[in-house]
């Protein structure tokens, strides 16, 4: 069992940063590789980006490339996302998780409860 929790979500303005983070409990997080994805009102729950389990790895939906970082400690079973250069059309909740294989990231083993990023014009 992996449980999930997400923070650092709100209110910011278009070009401003926020940085998520997702906590995991369970001793079985290093074997996961793990991801984000968003869900905005109204929309279908979309990819964001995911890492890797050994940390060397990663994959981002084009509308967020360049702008997003995701990274991991294992460490400290937590997982982030760096978001830059922030537009509205990042309004969203976001999600945290835990995918068996890098190379299928849609399968998803675990979701976290998602937090609000807002982004204001």
């Known amino acids: 069992q992996v449980q999930l929790v997400e923070s650092g979500g709100g209110l910011v303005q278009a070009g401003g940063s926020l940085r998520l983070s997702c906590a995991a409990s369970?001793?079985?997080?290093?074997?996961?590789?793990m991801g984000w994805f968003r869900q905005a009102s109204g929309k279908e729950r979309e990819f964001v980006a995911v890492?890797?389990?050994?940390?060397?790895?990663?994959y981002y939906a084009d509308s967020v490339k360049g702008r997003f970082t995701i990274s991991r400690d294992n460490a400290k079973n937590t997982v982030y996302l760096q978001m830059n250069s922030l537009k509205p059309e990042d309004t969203a909740v976001y999600y945290c998780?835990?995918?068996?294989?890098?190379?299928?990231?849609?399968?998803?083993?675990?979701w976290g409860q998602g937090t609000q990023v807002t982004v204001s014009s």
């Open positions: 890492v890797s389990w050994s940390v060397g790895s990663t």
């Open positions: 369970g001793r079985t997080f290093s074997r996961y590789a």
């Open positions: 998780a835990a995918v068996p294989r890098y190379s299928n990231y849609e399968e998803v083993d675990y």
